[in-house]
C-alpha cells in the first residue's frame, strides 16, 4: 500500500512539474513586419491644383515604378516603412497639351527628373490613422513632408492572397521644389498641390 502510495504522490509531483515548467516557457517572438508588393493596377496617385484661382484641376500619374517598396507591422505600426517611386512621365490630365506643358522643365522636368520619390523616415500613430513623415524628392528637390495615411483594410482575398490597402494625403507647395513656373506666373496655377495616394499592396 505504501508503495502505491509512494508512487501516486511521485507521478502526481511529476506532473505537477511538466505543467508548471510548460507555464513557464519563454513567451512568443511577434511577427516581423510583412513586405508586399505594391499592385499598380490597383493603385492609384491622384493630384489636384488651384487653375487661375477659381477652380481644381485634377490629374494623375498612371505609372507606380517596381522599385516602389512597402513594408508594414500592424501590430507596431512604428516598424513599418514605404518607399513610393512614380514616374513623372506618366503624368495624365486627359489633355495632351497639358500634359506636355506639366513634363516640360516649366513643371516636372520629366526628362532630367524621370522619378518622383517618396521615402518614409518615421511612422507614428495608431491604426487606422496613421502619420508617415518622410522626404519627397520632385523636381531634383528633396524635402521633409507628412502624409495622413488611413489603413482601408488588410485580409485574405478570393484571389488566393493576403492584401493591405491605405489611403494617403499629404500637401506640397511647388514653388519650395523649384518649379519656377509658379513664381514667374503668379496666380495661373497652384501653388499648392494636395496629393493622394491609394495603395492596394499584395503580401509577399
Not at 58 to 65: P, V
Amino acid at each position: 500500500m505504501k508503495l502505491v502510495l509512494s508512487t501516486l504522490l511521485c507521478a502526481s509531483l511529476a506532473g505537477g512539474a511538466a505543467a508548471f515548467g510548460s507555464s513557464a516557457a519563454a513567451p512568443r517572438t511577434p511577427a516581423p513586419a510583412e513586405a508586399y508588393e505594391i499592385d499598380a493596377t490597383h493603385s492609384s496617385v491622384i493630384f489636384r491644383s488651384l487653375h487661375v484661382g477659381v477652380s481644381q484641376n485634377y490629374g494623375r500619374f498612371d505609372a507606380i515604378s517596381d522599385k516602389s517598396t512597402l513594408t508594414y507591422d500592424a501590430a507596431d505600426p512604428s516598424k513599418s516603412s514605404i518607399l513610393l517611386v512614380i514616374e513623372a512621365e506618366s503624368v495624365d490630365t486627359n489633355n495632351a497639351d497639358r500634359d506636355k506643358h506639366l513634363r516640360s522643365g516649366d513643371f516636372f522636368g520629366a526628362k532630367e527628373f524621370p522619378e518622383i520619390v517618396f521615402e518614409s523616415k518615421k511612422v507614428s500613430g495608431k491604426a487606422p490613422d496613421l502619420v508617415v513623415d518622410g522626404e519627397l524628392t520632385f523636381h531634383g528637390v528633396t524635402k521633409p513632408v507628412s502624409a495622413k495615411v488611413h489603413v482601408v483594410g488588410k485580409a485574405d482575398t478570393f484571389l488566393k492572397d493576403h492584401r493591405a490597402g491605405f489611403l494617403g494625403e499629404l500637401s506640397i507647395d511647388m514653388a519650395d521644389f523649384g518649379v519656377e513656373f509658379v513664381k514667374k506666373s503668379p496666380g495661373a496655377v497652384g501653388p499648392k498641390v494636395d496629393l493622394t495616394v491609394s495603395l492596394e499592396c499584395v503580401r509577399k
